[in-house]
């Protein structure tokens, strides 16, 4: 081989040393670009994982105050609604009481009345049966007078006779 076709050769062979020496600069900038790029959509993912996250949080801490206040009502109208039945039961209960009172009241006076026309119907009776016990009593009183009338005229008449013949 000649000098000629030697040098051809080294010169190929450089050449070809360089090509594969720019591939792999260019592979290597290809994977540098992409382990970059692989890098930036990783922190991308990352920052939008961060954002979901704090959002899902924020979400979560608002429904939990929601969930809160929701109970806290619940439980403000539960103890409105018991106040409101205590109420409720407090005025049955006092108005039970006036009727029984007011109940009570009106049999005394039912009662009070009945024993005053108990009263009032003995008194009659009492008044009636002395009437009747001076009636008779009077009744008695004529009958013995026109007795003793008639024994007096029966007396006389029997008197006058024997004094008419005394004479």
Do not use: C
Request: hydrophobic share 20%.
């Amino acid at each position: 081989m000649t000098k000629k076709k030697k040098k051809k050769k080294i010169k190929r062979k450089i050449k070809r040393k360089n090509k594969i020496k720019k591939k792999v600069k260019f592979t290597k900038k290809k994977n540098k670009k992409k382990n970059k790029q692989k890098k930036i959509e990783k922190l991308k993912e990352e920052t939008k994982l961060k954002k979901r996250i704090i959002k899902a949080k924020q979400e979560r801490s608002v429904q939990l105050d929601k969930a809160r206040r929701q109970g806290e009502q619940r439980e403000k109208e539960e103890k409105e609604e018991k106040e409101r039945l205590d109420r409720i039961y407090k005025e049955r209960m006092e108005k039970a009481k006036l009727v029984a009172l007011e109940e009570d009241r009106r049999l005394k006076e039912q009662e009070e009345q009945r024993l005053k026309e108990k009263e009032q119907e003995e008194q009659r009776l009492k008044e009636q049966e002395e009437q009747r016990l001076k009636e008779q009593e009077e009744q008695r009183l004529k009958e013995q007078e026109e007795q003793r009338l008639k024994e007096q005229d029966q007396e006389e008449k029997i008197n006058k006779p024997e004094e008419e013949k005394k004479e």
